[in-house]
């Protein structure tokens, strides 16, 4: 009977140490859960939440399974190979868990939430791959009964926590990547900005035109594409529901640039009624084929002055009363933003289809700052903004496929 128990102690052994492999392993799905990787937001991140799961609970069933079975007599051969197997498959998943934070940008410096989440699976992890170095010595050096029940035990344990740490991993996660997706719409307004002060400083201080197609509030994409702006991802809010498919569509094709997520009309207006008259001239001057005259300069002026009722501005970096601070801003200190909104996120009249929980949406000021508007706090976040925007469907783009909405 002994002896039988000696060559069922491997087949224990083993499944525990293959058991511990899950645990550990489930902390790569965190990894590539889309936040310590920086994975992109288009990249699933539910379904490796619940693989996050999945794996911890089968190391939990294996420890069971193998504390249930203490007493059946299996092949010792079988048992040196998993357990062999379990030792190597935990050393390299316990060291990537180490190495594969430090190649990823900010690392976990900039995930302060994902902390002592990690640090109970690491734990786990590395007593799982203490448990498995210890199965592996005792393949050919049978123990007595209560070690195996003491190492069953270990890996109920540590699978039970490992689960209870990724359940806490998940609501961190929930939450932050609500917070970096809408961190994402600030940076990109951001990165444009940077692209048309960039535009501006090569083209005599002006601010490109908007584009030629008719209600197609954004800037002529031929001009900054690609030239200044390399990536044209950033013109689309991660927020998006239908993020992947405008970045497909966008993919050199300058011309397929819309103004779903951000507006750009290519004048100053700081107010609704402003907005008012400039719709009113806008209709009045863009013609038939679809605004190819907007793109003139002089034509461009005509529209400023009917707008403001005098000589406008030309988009000129001496004209704005910020000018030092908007240099400042630009390069990330604290100066305080401009009044005059150049590039905002589309705003809606149905506050369902803002990309944010509060409806709302981040304005990009001319000194560079963006903030977060509410809707029908100021302008350009009004509801008459929005109103004036859905009453003009931006016309048909030939060759880019689009939904038009």
Known sequence: ?????????????????????????????????????????????????????????????????????????????????????????????????????????????????????????????????????????????????????RYALVGVTLSALTILACLGVMMALAHVTQSHRTNSCLIQLKQLGLILDLYATENEGELPPVDDTKNNFTFEGSLIYPEYLTDASILVCTRSTDYQTRISRLQGKPDCITDDSYIYVGCFITSDAEAEEFFRAYDRLAPQDNGKDILDPEDSSVLFRKLRGRLAPRWREQDAKAAEERIKTLLGSDAPPSEIPIMWERPYTDVKRFNHERPGGYVLYLDGSVDFVEYGEKFPMTETMARLLDERPRAPIPDCEEDNE
């Open 1 to 149: 009977m002994e002896e039988q128990d000696r060559s069922a102690e491997p087949r224990k052994l083993s499944q525990l140490a293959v058991g511990s492999i899950l645990m550990p392993l489930a902390c790569i799905f965190l990894l590539l859960s889309g936040e310590v990787l920086s994975i992109p937001d288009f990249v699933p991140v539910w379904p490796c939440l619940v693989i996050l799961l999945l794996l911890p609970l089968a190391g939990l069933v294996m420890s069971v399974l193998a504390w249930s079975k203490i007493n059946k007599s299996e092949g010792a051969l079988r048992g040196k190979g998993l357990a062999a197997v379990g030792f190597v498959a935990n050393l390299i998943i316990y060291l990537g868990l180490w190495i594969l934070p430090t190649l990823a940008s900010g690392g976990y410096t900039d995930h302060e939430w994902a902390i002592p989440p990690l640090a109970l699976i690491a734990a786990g992890a590395a007593i799982g791959l203490a448990c498995s170095v210890h199965s592996l010595l005792n393949v050919l050096h049978a123990k007595e009964k209560t070690l195996r029940k």
